[in-house]
């Protein structure tokens, strides 16, 4: 489970002064559940998932990632979570299997267990004629499946996803779609953020649509449609966005 | 024991991530396996190829006036070490424009002045630091030195004085230095700045990819999402730039020492008399040389990687190292001054302390004081850099500068 407490980032900008990316926003994502972050480029869904990965701390408020909270016990965090992003990229001259054998071993998995974690993911994501390529000669569908095995290798409980799609080609964007759905199939807690309506339409369980760091609505689609009287979720969006 | 492990699986992920970097590998392995032999086996056969070339050449030197002295230009006209050129006014642009080597102005009744015992003055003319002027000049010098003693001693019998009267003092020198020491003495000044140079060199580029390169190849966000605490990221990312540099350093040291022995062999044996200093070097010394660079090589290791680190990309890191090259050149440079030696303030000047204490060893000489006051102070600063690495690896407006 996810629960954020009035998490916020303020970052100092030499021009522009200071910018609050994340205010005191709250929610929770329960497991079995995809959680999405709904928001245009800049409204600070990145902030938000990399407070949450504890790859950045908050300047106030805290929130707790399977049990663990991400200022206190920043490793433990990181040793539940799963972090997917499109910025999350992969050594190139490693092969696809060191890279997830790397990751293993930095999440402490023993050789054995390590081992066998490897030819399942392999051969479930279907990488195995690919595993002992360098990742700088995959192409983008295989790089994902390798960032996929990656951030699978440790079986966290937790997915974090940040905008996974976003410049990939549809048939890699299906595969990671596909996992995505099938994390949750799995009862891991997901959180994903997104640009796209359409995206976070099929995918999102709970939807919270976040602008200029303030998280301004949550809810199913169903809820969302209700307290905005519009039925698609482009209309939705706006209709919350311009309400402020 | 967990932090040890953590070390260890990023140490030798960077490691096999490097070693597969065509960049780490030139910087690495090959400069130092081919700089050291070009060096010293090209410019060192070049340099005694050239000096060779020059002794054997006959300089042209020219004779001004001596008409009325026929004894002596028919003697120095036989003389076999030179070739007299005709006499012209312009030898001074001649000998400018190299096209005459020197000249020497014998004076008026130089002979006859010889014989009624006649203070004589006989002006020799050259172009000052050219090697071949000066090649030209010695035989002139010479022939009238000889002249000159010959001379005195025929003045001295027909007076029936012995010699020892004009010359009551006899001054000699002796080297007592063993031909270790003279031979560290002189590869001593130029062992260390090489490798001093070596040992940063072999640092930055692995420095600047695995900091600067991550961070723009999109890897660095992957990396922090791992269990491992920044700490000891750093400490394994340094690890492998300290390798780097460690394993540049040992092969310029093999590299030179092979050449070396190749020089010897090669170059100096074409030379009339074989080596003319007692050149050698000893492994031990070479050793405690290397010893002796172990902090330096982390201190360079870890503030190249806390600079690269600051950088946005590897072409912004490069701008900061190369300065960084040039400003260190300047205190590795200290084992080349003729004359500076170690004193206690100088061992705590990092890099001129090991550029000067490297040149001491060399010469066989082991001042342990300084020794591990040298070695001690190098290690502070090492831990100083390595600690401001790990500060910055934890700043967010580092790591995430844009």
Known sequence: MIEARQLTKVFQDKKRGEIRAVNEVSF?????QIFGLLGVNGAGKTTCLR???????????????????????????????????????????????????????LHGLAEAVLHERIESLFSTLDMNEFRHRRCEQLSSGMKQKVSIARTLVHDPPVMIFDEPTHGVDVLTARTVVHFIRDCRARGKTVIFSTHTMREAEKLCDTIAIIHQGHIMAEGTLGQ??????????EDVFVSVVEAK | MKGLRNIGVVYRKELLDSL????????????????????MLGMGTMAARLVIRARQEIPKVMVLGGEDSPKTLAALRAHKTIEVAPASQDYTNLISEKRIRA??????????????????????????????????????????????????????????????????IEIRQTNVAPPKKVSGNLIGSVIPYVLILMCMTGAIYPA??????????GTMETLLTSPVGRTHLVMGKCLVVLTASLVTTLLSLSSMWGSFALAKRLVFRGMSGGLPLPLTMDLASLAAVFVMMLPVALFFSAT????????????????????????????????????????????LVPVVNVSLVSKEILS????????????????????????????????ESVLFRM
């Not at chain 2, 020794?371 to 934890?394: E, W």
Request: glycine share 6%; with cysteine.
């Open chain 1, 28 to 32: 929770r994502c329960q497991p079995g």
């Open chain 1, 51 to 105: 407070l949450l990965g504890t790859i950045l701390q908050p300047n106030s408020g805290t929130a707790s990632v399977a049990g663990f909270d991400v200022v206190r016990e920043p490793a433990r965090v990181r040793a539940s979570i799963g972090f997917l992003s499109t910025a999350t990229a992969l050594y190139g001259r490693l092969t696809a299997q060191e890279m997830v054998e790397y990751f293993g071993r």
């Open chain 1, 224 to 233: 969302l449609r209700a307290q905005t009287g519009a039925q698609d979720l």
């Open chain 2, 20 to 39: 597969r970097d065509r960049r780490t590998i030139i910087s690495m392995i090959v400069v130092p396996l081919l700089v050291m032999p070009v060096l």
């Open chain 2, 103 to 168: 000249a020497v102005e014998i004076p008026v009744g130089f002979d006859a002045a010889l014989q009624s015992g006649e203070r004589q003055t006989v002006q020799i003319y050259v172009y000052e630091g050219e090697m071949k002027s000066s090649f030209g000049a010695q035989p002139i010098d010479q022939f009238f030195r000889q002249l000159r003693d010959a001379t005195l001693n025929e003045r001295l019998a027909a007076h029936n004085f012995p010699e020892r009267l004009l010359r009551p």
């Open chain 2, 208 to 217: 600047v990819d695995l900091t600067a390169g991550e961070k723009e190849r």
């Open chain 2, 304 to 347: 190249m990687l806390a600079i690269a680190l600051f950088s946005r990309s590897t072409k912004e890191a490069q701008s900061y190292l190369q300065p960084l090259l040039v400003i260190t050149i300047l205190p590795a440079v200290a084992s080349l001054l003729p004359g500076l030696e170690l004193n206690s303030r100088l061992a």
């Open chain 2, 364 to 395: 066989g000489t082991y001042h342990w004081s300084y020794i591990l006051l040298i070695f001690g102070s190098t290690s502070v600063y090492a831990a100083a850099a390595l600690a401001a690495a790990v500060a910055l690896f934890k700043r």
